[in-house]
């Protein structure tokens, strides 16, 4: 992979697990401070400002027993930047301002999370561990547990967090990985220079506090925890020893238990309409103990059920016992592990060194790359002894679910979930231990999709970067490009299916989403076996029409092709999933509402501009009525009349398309649709207006905290090949970005989630801003936004020096500048290029050359023209969405258009044209 950008990553071997018992939270709290200025670099914003004007970005997560630091960014800044992030481990500040702000930050952080049912379950999940362990910590934390309680104690955070750096920080817990275009002497020079003053403490590791502490109570449990959403999962845990890596056991068994084909655990609960989806997994695997999961999504009628399923699953552990301890199997996972390791694409070079860094202290060196990937040794008795444990292991049951709710009369301290837990029979568990299994019930069969041949067909000439038009006519347009530049036996396939009806019309859209719904869900156990062999296919929806994805190794493409098309050809929806996958949607849809308030802004941000789109609330009204005859008729017409637009991209040369061409022939028959006929999107055209439009609603989650406020600026529609100018809007969005977020989120820590980016629906530019906040009224937020952009203008923009600003545009050019990393994200891009008709295959490259012409004035001009307050076409669009600390009362203090029904500004807007490029004709 060629690297004009470089990365840096920083693991230290301690995470929520050394908090203070007075202080949970400690831990993520110091991975906040760091970024806040440091003896050397002072000022609080000095790192991500560095960062920002060189076209890269840096963050953290706090993880159990690990914080990891990483950043990005231009090549030749990566030098500077490295020693600015080294000082983050040899001199911060953490200054008694800073720490008293960013404690609000961490707050707004905990915050958005109340009402995320994932972080609710975790956090009860821990609230059932020893409080002798450090399981049952508070990881997060928030102001209460940071800032209230101590202070209540007469504890000085600052003086702990002082502490706690001083007593966890130390080399010997620290892993750093750098990725970069340099020589392995010349990084080697870079870290001894900028690293070597970390001190030593030769602390041991944190893990050793705890081994051998119990992390849960001996007794089996269920738990019944009520969520936020309209969900049902059955969790089954158990706790383990640690799992040696070498012999990837966990893996192995969550393979046969987590097996979705013919004969499977899944098969058998979806015929009996009890379940939907099957997860297994090792969800913590720590130096002392793990946690291993079944996890099931639950249908109303498995609700019901949830204890006959727990036997189902102990029959089919004694199933692996008795017939699954087989090493062919075992070796045929071990050969895919091989062969996705051997021919993996590249990984992006931030995700690269950040995993490496946390893998460093688990593995020796020669396995810091494959560890976690590969088999190594098969082991019996490891394995019969983990099958044993399970079998003898005390059982954790969790039943989420809204039924029997009342009956929930606990309440956890951090989030406010409601649950009730008690103690199983040690009989009945005892009886469940004993289960025969089903005998619809077996062990997976041997994998007919495993590739046999993985050569690399002999490259195309150099310089061929744009697919070919290999057909074009009533039915079908074929485009296709041979891969030059990775070199892997894989190939993605790209279709769009149109159709005219499928979003002809609210209900039609929900009778093709149950169809698509439905077909997915026909073919998880025939594709199954596919996806554990480096394919995988996804059938989702697209605009005009349905859309097939299919993607990994060519020898067995066209034989998924094949069978998915057949099945999409030839489908019949089954009249028992059709209730099972008509409750799934209808739930979705309720729960679209409780997703987090920034969210519902941008989803009615698109809604507002888009053309054809439906709102959700429309598919709400139609989802009840409709019948299963009417699904089965809707079905056939939607496949009558169409068009097939195809790419194929990767390991394929022009017979292996025509050969994917032939199997949609065979096995599809339709009537072409007129090119007239088919769906195009459209934008609307804001209306030049200083306040612009404002539309606000009420979070429909009662609970719900956070507020949240989209500002969006529309800059206007560009031709497909007007670089320029989405350079200039790419450049001032790259200006912006970082003064923002230090202003809204740092200085006036307006909440945790403070965005800014350039936007493009279409052909139509623009910049939107989005701040959701626990503490501040969407009104005030606004207003902050509308005060920070007449600073940025008058004390950043207008007077930034010319070596500033050529910083942030050579930071653009070096991203535009850098060759995809992976087939699929090429294949992503030409895909997009042909969706939108544009055709510009060099696009990245043209924009690179654009950026040369981009001046200071440019810059300037795009902001006094749309962004200014007195801009002669500022064109606004804001949407406020109100938790419930800022409940909609009266007027707002504003003179922006209030928007009372969404449905009829919309129709009082004019659209935009679309704008298309004939460059595919030309090409042909």
Known sequence: MELHNASASMNVAVGSYSDPVDLPGLAHFCEHMLFLGTEKYPAEDSYKRFLRENGGYGNAYTVMEDTNYYFWVAAGAFPEALDRFAQFFISPLFTQSATEREINAVDSEHHMNLQSDLQRAFRLHGSFASHDHPFSKFGPGNKTSLWDNPREKRISVRDELLRFYKNN????????????????DSLEKLVRSNFADIENKSIPPRSEQYEGIPI????????????????RELLMRWVLPPFDYRFKTDQFIAHLIGHKGKGSLLSLLIARHWANELLVRTSVNLDHLSLFDVSIELSQEGENHYLEIVQLVYGYLNLIKTHGVNRNLWEECKIMAEV????????????????????????????YLCGPLLHFEFDEDILVETLESLNAS???????????????????????TSYSAKNLEEEQVEEWRRSSWDESLSIPRPNEFIPADLSVLEAPKPGTKSPELLRDDESYRIHHLM??????????????????????????????????SMLNDSLKESTYDSRIAGLRHVITHATGGILLMFEGFSDRLEKLVSLVVERFALFKPDMGRFEVMRESLKEQYDNFYKEQPYQLAMYTLGYLLEHPRWHIDAYKQEISQISFPELEESIVRMRSELFVEMLAHGNIDAEGVDGMVSVFEQKLKFRPIRRAERLRQVISELQVSPEGSLYRTTASNPDESNSAVLVYFEFGPISPRNFHAACVAGVLAQMIREPCSNQLRTVEQLGYMVHSSMTKYNNVIGLQFIVQSPSSSPQTVNDRIEAFLRTFEESVLEPMP????????EGLRTFKSEKDGQLSILTGRIWTEILNDTFVYDRKQEEEKALEQVTHENVVDLFRRCLSRKAGERRKLSVHVHGNQHPVEGEPETTATLIADLDLFKSKLHLHPRIVSEDHIRAS
């Not at 007794?219 to 969900?231: D, G, N, Q």
């Not at 390791?341 to 931030?350: L, S, V």
């Not at 005390?394 to 406010?416: A, I, M, N, Q």
């Open 169 to 184: 920080y130390s080399s010997n817990l620290m892993s750093l990985v750098l990725v970069a275009p340099e020589r392995l």
């Open 216 to 231: 849960f109570d001996a007794r089996s449990m269920l738990v019944h925890i009520v969520p936020v959403k309209e969900t």
């Open 340 to 367: 996705a390791f051997d021919y993996r694409e590249k990984e992006d070079r931030t995700a690269l060194g950040a995993r490496l860094a946390e893998t460093m202290r688990k593995y020796p060196a020669e396995h």
């Open 394 to 416: 005390p059982l954790y049951v969790f039943l989420t679910s809204k039924r029997g709710e009342e009956e929930c009369d606990s309440v956890e301290e951090w989030y406010g």
């Open 483 to 516: 891969d030059s530049q990775f070199r892997l036996p894989k190939t993605n396939l790209m279709v769009i299916i149109e159709s005219p009806c499928v979003y002809s019309s609210p209900r039609m859209f929900v009778l093709s989403s149950l169809f698509i």
């Open 802 to 809: 010319p070596e500033q600003f050529k910083k942030y545009v």
